[in-house]
């Protein structure tokens, strides 16, 4: 199985500034047919988890623009460019290259 | 717009079984994959299952193959889980989530709690 490893595991972050969460993977994501699965999800309290970021770097439907993703291989990283109240919350890296996809551990993102 | 409702969670003993549902609407379900995910009171996310779009093919984490069925009913928009010989480590929040375009997770459900105890 694919371990995704993600850092830090805590981001106290000051609102209006940016925040990075990485994310590692035991072995290359890049799938036979030349993509990288790698997606990003934020679950904020009480809530089930929410599509961002989908191969890498493609933000999906309502996702605002201040999340981006980035990396290739086996290293990714998420970066918040001003983080907002509505942020607050844990973040998932998550790998569907192959059966058994896996996420990383978790990342809890809130304001000092 | 894209709706997944689980439903069926509840308190039962160790060596149980129990059979959850995700009701789908607001898309042609035949058309897409669905998966089981589950999260342990306070833990992170852990991959349970997933159904092709036609029921061609079917995959299980090894924690609870043999054990768990995933199935579907395309007349009726519903996916299931059927789940055995249930463990307290079982117990978690099952959510349901359609699998999309780029082989994302791209809708969820709210969630429905198992809780295994005796």
């Known amino acids: 199985d694919i371990v995704m490893t993600q850092t830090p595991l805590s981001s106290p972050v000051t609102l209006g500034q940016p925040a990075s969460i990485s994310c590692r993977s035991s072995?290359?994501?890049?799938?036979?047919?030349?993509?990288?699965?790698l997606s990003w999800l934020q679950q904020r309290p009480g809530q089930p988890p929410r599509l961002l970021i989908y191969k890498i770097s493609n933000r999906f439907s309502g996702v605002p623009d201040r999340f981006s993703g980035s990396g290739a291989g086996t290293d990714f990283t998420l970066k918040i460019s001003r983080v907002e109240p509505e942020d607050v919350g844990v973040y998932y890296c998550t790998q569907s290259t192959q059966f058994p996809w896996t996420f990383g551990q978790g990342t809890k993102v809130e304001i000092k | 717009q894209v709706q997944l409702v689980e439903s069926g969670g509840s308190v039962v003993q160790p060596g149980r079984s129990l059979t959850l549902s995700c009701a789908a609407s607001?898309?042609?379900?035949?058309?897409?994959?669905m998966h089981w995910v589950r999260q342990a009171p306070g833990k992170g996310l852990e991959w349970v299952a997933v159904?092709?779009?036609?029921?061609?093919?079917?995959y299980y984490a090894d924690s609870v193959k043999g054990r768990f069925t995933i199935s579907r009913d395309n007349s009726e928009n519903t996916l299931y889980l059927q789940m055995n010989s249930l463990r307290v480590e079982d117990t978690a929040v099952y959510y349901c989530?359609?699998?999309?375009?780029?082989?994302?997770?791209?809708?969820w459900g709210q969630g429905t709690l198992v809780t295994v105890s005796s």
């Open positions: 607001g898309f042609t379900f035949s058309s897409n994959g």
């Open positions: 159904i092709w779009y036609d029921g061609s093919n079917k």
């Open positions: 989530a359609r699998w999309g375009e780029s082989k994302r997770l791209d809708y």
């Open positions: 072995q290359s994501l890049v799938h036979s047919d030349g993509n990288t699965y």
